[in-house]
């Protein structure tokens, strides 16, 4: 794994986290929508809380994608679970949400789920490559 | 009945949420090295490919099926069941089709690593 790789993972734990705290901040302003005023849910994109948060989930996509590129889903999933502990520290810290014992414990599983995937290599299987045959002169 | 409805709508999700991380990993290790293939060809050339990609294509397909699921869900039965199986649940199908699909060497890590995270989310939603 090298420092790039990392920072991607990274980007993908951060983007998620950061835009779904973002849209969670944002929806709260603008309240809730009626399901027969579906055409409020287009608008909602113009509270600029929402619209900065659906950058962030763009950036999460390209980033995961990015990291699928180059490591197994079952390696990339486990190791950018991480995004669920920062968004509770964030609902804590900064939408002053109430986190409950149980959800300290899903915490503490989580980060070590992490811990044992992120020792182990990021890729255990090599999509086939096609070769051009090997020429042996007589 | 009601119930019923529930966990079909949490099967749903799962299924399409899985089906779509696994055809979106797939068209990834198709088109390569992201950061790579960006260097060489610049990123106008990497969004190119991957949007061409016809599983990538599929791979979004099932993870809008997958959203608009969890919204049939959640109207079905209540938020602290649907959100944490059908999170915790896609952790290990996902472990399971990528073995069988994409190949991938699951060792004894990773299974853990998938039920340890598994169980973490279905605590943190519950």
């Known amino acids: 794994m090298t420092f790039r790789k990392y920072l991607v993972l990274a980007a993908v734990t951060l983007c998620a986290a950061v835009g779904d705290s973002l849209l969670s901040y944002g929806m709260k302003q603008v309240g809730g929508i009626s399901p027969h005023q579906l055409y409020d849910i287009i608008l909602v994109i113009l509270n600029p809380w929402i619209a900065l948060g ?20 079952t390696y990339v999933l486990p190791a950018t679970s991480l995004g669920y502990v920062l968004l509770t520290i964030i609902a804590k810290f900064c939408l002053h949400e109430q986190v409950s014992f149980t959800r300290w414990l899903g915490i503490l599983l989580i980060s070590s789920g992490v811990g ?6 990021e890729l ?8 051009a045959p090997v020429r042996v002169d007589p | 009945m009601n119930l019923l409805y529930t966990w079909s709508g949490i099967g ?3 299924l399409a949420s899985t089906s779509g991380d696994v055809l979106l990993s797939h068209a990834m290790k198709e088109v390569g090295d992201l950061g790579e293939l960006r260097k060489r060809s610049g990123l106008a050339a990497v969004i190119g490919s991957v949007i061409r990609n016809r599983y990538f294509l599929l791979g979004v397909l099932a993870m809008t099926v997958a959203f608009y699921g969890l919204l049939f869900g959640l109207s079905w039965g209540d938020v602290s069941l649907v959100a944490p ?9 996902n472990a399971v089709a990528a073995k069988f699909f994409l190949h991938e060497r699951v060792d004894h890590r990773r299974w853990i690593a998938a039920l340890l995270v598994a169980g973490g989310v279905a605590l943190l939603h519950g």
């Open chain 2, 85 to 93: 199986a059908s999170a915790s649940l896609t952790f290990v199908a």
């Open chain 1, 116 to 121: 044992f995937v992120t020792q182990g290599p």
């Open chain 1, 124 to 131: 255990t299987h090599q999509p086939k490559v096609k070769t």
């Open chain 2, 12 to 14: 749903a999700i799962v």
């Open chain 1, 54 to 73: 659906v950058f962030f989930l763009l950036g999460f996509f390209a980033s995961y994608m990015t990291a699928l590129s180059w490591a197994d889903l």
